[in-house]
């Protein structure tokens, strides 16, 4: 079965840091863009971060020099390596695989990993 599991996350202090890791379950993965969302309680979907199967990246202006995304060399493996962590960043954090392929578009989402910035 074609999945992403996520992993990492919990309780932190304000300025402290954590890692969140997403595994594909499958190489086809290699060819998607990949990128991490975050939904606090109350609000929308929202992306965090991003990097192509290329290896572009992009980031959201509110974790931008404090996140950083990236794969590993099969690009299967997502991770989201998060510093300077503030409350406002207290969120359920998902990983997401998405291709357009002869104008279709494949999605699969990790099942969301609980991040808390609390003192």
């Known amino acids: 079965q074609v999945q992403l599991v996520g992993s990492g996350g919990g309780l932190v202090q304000p300025g402290g840091s954590l890692s969140l890791s997403c595994a594909a379950s499958?190489?086809?993965?290699?060819?998607?863009?990949m990128g991490w969302y975050r939904q606090a309680p109350g609000k929308q979907r929202e992306l965090v971060a991003a990097?192509?199967?290329?290896?572009?990246?992009n980031y959201a202006d509110s974790v931008k020099g404090r996140f950083t995304i990236s794969r590993d060399k099969t690009k299967i493996s997502l991770f989201l390596q998060m510093n300077s962590l503030k409350p406002e960043d207290t969120a359920v954090y998902y990983c997401?695989?998405?291709?357009?392929?002869?104008?279709?578009?494949?999605?699969?989402w990790g099942q969301g990993t609980q991040v808390t910035v609390s003192s």
């Open positions: 997401n695989a998405d291709l357009i392929q002869n104008g279709r578009e494949y999605t699969y």
């Open positions: 499958d190489s086809i993965f290699s060819i998607y863009d």
């Open positions: 990097v192509t199967s290329g290896g572009r990246t």
